[in-house]
């Protein structure tokens, strides 16, 4: 069992749809990031969080570090949107790496 | 400001040879990383670099694969000789401070390495 699981593992929504995107870990972890790629693009950094929530244009990311869970909200999704989200968490201490999930590949149709 | 940059983009070569994939991090960011992804799972940590020093090589699989960062800026990934089970993308991410400290990671584009 990966220490870093998602789901769902695809997603296909319609345009303007609420989109959900879940993790769970099973380590102690520092932080945890949720990171994107487009087709064919690099990976870019959406989100590094610890506790809370954070809000970024239509992106949500929340954690409960007693249910060790994340979620990654999209509001009102758009074709371009689609991409592959990965969760990832950084270890406490003195681990530096990052350890990911599978990722989530998401189409959102028009 | 310039991104993180792997060099090739691309690389195809027979099982049994050798390949050298290059990253460029960003200018002033201490800490380099390498991942893979092979196809069908998660990417993995292979290694980091603080400078030109290994913090942390953990990942690597098996002593075919030789990394180094001389001088502190870019790094090379040697994988000498190369077997089928290499194949996959190859990340290069950087950073100013590691990420215990609270900084994020900037990933270069990847190498996708295919041995036939």
């Known amino acids: 069992k990966n220490e870093v699981e998602q789901s769902p593992q695809n997603l296909t929504a319609q345009e303007g749809e609420f989109i959900t995107i879940n993790c769970s870990y099973s380590?102690?972890?520092?932080?945890l990031h949720w990171l994107q790629q487009h087709p064919g693009g690099g990976i870019v950094s959406l989100f590094m969080l610890s506790s809370g929530k954070k809000k970024h244009g239509r992106l949500i990311a929340t954690i409960n570090i007693q249910e060790k869970h994340s979620s990654l909200h999209i509001t009102a999704s758009h074709p371009r949107d689609s991409a592959v989200y990965i969760c990832?968490?950084?270890?406490?201490?003195?681990?530096?790496?990052?350890?990911f999930g599978k990722g989530t590949l998401l189409t959102v149709n028009p | 400001e310039a991104g993180v940059t792997q060099f090739p983009s691309h690389s195809v070569i027979e099982k049994g040879q050798t390949v050298t994939l290059r990253c460029d991090p960003i200018?002033?960011?201490?800490?380099l990383y390498w991942y893979r992804r092979v196809m069908g799972k998660e990417i993995k940590f292979l290694l980091h670099?603080?400078?030109?020093?290994?913090?942390?090589e953990s990942g690597m699989p098996n002593n075919r694969f030789l990394a180094e960062r001389t001088g502190g800026t870019y790094s090379t990934l040697k994988v000498q000789p190369a077997e089928l089970e290499d194949s996959g993308v190859y990340f290069c991410?950087?950073?100013?401070?590691?990420?215990?400290?609270?900084?994020?990671?900037?990933f270069g584009p990847g190498t996708r390495l295919t041995v036939l």
């Open positions: 200018s002033g960011h201490d800490n």
């Open positions: 380590v102690g972890i520092s932080a």
């Open positions: 990832a968490v950084s270890a406490g201490g003195s681990n530096y790496k990052l350890t």
């Open positions: 670099f603080v400078k030109e020093s290994k913090q942390d």
């Open positions: 991410a950087s950073s100013p401070r590691p990420l215990a400290e609270g900084d994020t990671q900037y």
